[in-house]
Antibody, heavy 124, light 110 residues
Framework: QVQLQESGPGLVKPSQTLSLTCTVSGGSISSGSYYWGWIRQPAGKGLEWIGRIYPSGSTNYNPSLKSRVTISVDTSKNQLSLKLTSVTAADTAMYYC????????????????WGQGTLVTVSS | QSALTQLASVSGSPGQSTTIACTGTSSDVGIYNLVSWYQQYPGKAPKLMIYEVSKRPSGVSNRFSGSKSGNTASLTISGLQAEDEANYYCCSYAGSSTLLFGGGTKLTVL
């Protein structure tokens, strides 16, 4: 059964770059018609979609974050990564990675499973 | 793009049914049958409960059901149990390969 685990620094200084890795175990990141996504959640608030990547490297991003976000994939390591530049306190959140169902064309239909999440705090 | 709208909280008594609504627009919920629902306990990752408006993943109780009317999607939980007390989030495809989440609804089982 596929499992995901996020990792990365828990503290990032303002204006710096947030870098996280999601390691997929129990299955190949390249198998099946799945995308792999990042979602974040500020404490006590709702979920926000950040973006997704296909094993081929094709990406989609939230328009509100697009100028600062890069998602990449390393199929040899079964990992995907997230980089968010020029961070501010507003980027403080729990960051989750998740497998995303893809039913063809522009059909993205679910996130399952999710990683346990990693808390990133932006503070000097 | 604005987040989908959900009531901050709903409550119900054990054994009763309760419905959580998720309101979007004609550019997301209203036009795509790609609404999913997630259950989240405090300090835990979200769990998929419903996808494509009304489909239930294997292993999810049939007490959970989903529907949609116009720009509003709904999650109904029948036979409320104490373990259903959690936060619930809706998510919809919003075109141009983007997604929107709702702000979440806290369900309290009285």
């Amino acid at each position: 059964q596929v499992q995901l685990q996020e990792s990365g620094p828990g503290l990032v200084k303002p204006s710096q770059t947030l870098s996280l890795t999601c390691t997929v175990s129990g299955g190949s990141i390249s198998s099946g018609s799945y995308y792999w996504g990042w979602i974040r959640q500020p404490a006590g608030k709702g979920l926000e979609w950040i973006g997704r990547i296909y094993p081929s490297g094709s990406t989609n991003y939230n328009p509100s974050l697009k100028s600062r976000v890069t998602i990449s994939v390393d199929t040899s390591k079964n990992q995907l990564s997230l980089k968010l530049t020029s961070v501010t306190a507003a980027d403080t959140a729990m960051y989750y990675c998740a497998r995303e169902g893809f039913c063809g064309g522009d059909c993205f239909n679910w996130f399952d499973p999710w990683g346990q999440g990693t808390l990133v705090t932006v503070s000097s | 793009q604005s987040a989908l709208t959900q009531l901050a909280s709903v409550s119900g008594s054990p054994g009763q049914s309760t419905t959580i609504a998720c309101t979007g627009t004609s550019s997301d919920v209203g036009i795509y049958n790609l609404v999913s629902w997630y259950q989240q306990y405090p300090g835990k990752a979200p769990k998929l409960m419903i996808y494509e408006v009304s489909k239930r993943p294997s292993g999810v109780s049939n007490r959970f059901s989903g529907s949609k009317s116009g720009n509003t999607a709904s999650l109904t939980i029948s036979g409320l149990q104490a373990e259903d007390e959690a936060n619930y989030y809706c998510c919809s495809y919003a075109g141009s390969s983007t997604l929107l989440f709702g702000g979440g609804t806290k369900l309290t089982v009285l």
